[in-house]
């Protein structure tokens, strides 16, 4: 079970399902630290203050709005603290749509709703309406001092939250269209049957991140044939023992097969 983001209800009318929201997708991506390439000490960013050409501790820094070149208005946090919305204990949904309805521009970030205890029935039987009626609900939802618009449908069984775009944050298409004159009818049709030729159904699952599995490769081919840099250390830790490389490269291995 993926560990929960929140807690709290999905209401609307007089239904209320107790769920716990947690993780839909995991980005495969991989990760590297920035070393010193004379030690190999990891780097650590700070903020530093070009007039004064000097490093800023955290506790002399504010925010600011940019308004123009070198303009800026002050922002403190208990301004800010006073217009960000309470964390929400429910995701009401306040209306039904058809998901056809819905541009996939329109969609961010996906979460799964999993039924809490007490709720299973009732989740169940959400779930499956949804499904049938191809229905989302839109709700309003406030998640680490942020709000967000979001749809609740049904996905193999089972609910899913999506964090969608507003309107206003969607860019226009208009602005990017190609001033051409009408399109060739031998061309248009020559494209259609292309496109006829090409019909398959999605299957996720064929598709796979090359470079991720080419990278995973070389840090296994690395780490069998090399012998890791260290970092140099103010003091041995008590109790510290040396990387287990057999196991680091059994993890590397294990997780190249389940990408696979």
């Not at 899913?160 to 004159?181: F, K, M, N, R």
């Not at 248009?188 to 049957?193: F, I, N, W």
């Amino acid at each position: 079970m993926a560990q929960g983001i929140w807690s709290g209800t999905i209401s609307f009318s007089l239904v209320a399902i107790p769920v716990q929201l947690v993780k839909a997708v995991e980005p495969g991506r991989i990760s590297f630290r920035l070393l010193h390439s004379e030690d190999y000490s990891p780097l650590a960013r700070r903020m530093f203050c070009p007039e004064q050409e000097t490093m800023v501790p955290p506790e002399e820094t504010i925010r600011g709005y940019e308004i123009g070149p070198d303009r800026y208005l002050a922002i403190t946090d208990e301004e800010l603290e006073s217009v960000t919305p309470e964390r929400s204990r429910t995701i009401e949904i306040v209306e039904f749509i058809d998901l056809q309805e819905v541009d996939s521009i329109y969609f961010d970030h996906p979460y799964y709703l999993v039924p809490l205890k007490g709720g299973e029935k009732s989740y169940r039987l959400l779930a499956e309406v949804m499904r049938r009626t191809n229905k989302a609900g839109l709700a309003k939802f406030v998640l680490a001092e942020r709000e967000y618009l979001v749809a609740v449908r049904s996905i193999d069984g089972a609910l899913a939250l999506t964090t969608l775009h507003y309107g206003d944050e969607v860019l226009p298409s208009e602005e990017i269209l190609p001033q051409t004159d009408q399109v060739d009818i031998d061309v248009k049709g020559s494209m259609k049957k292309s496109i006829k030729q090409m019909l398959t159904e999605f299957a996720p699952g064929k598709y796979a991140n090359q470079r991720r599995e080419r990278i995973l490769d070389l840090i296994g081919k690395k780490m069998r044939e090399q012998t890791p840099v260290e970092a140099p250390q103010a003091g041995e830790e008590e109790g510290s023992g040396p990387v287990d490389l057999v196991a680091a490269l059994e993890e590397i291995m294990r997780k190249m097969k389940e990408q696979r």
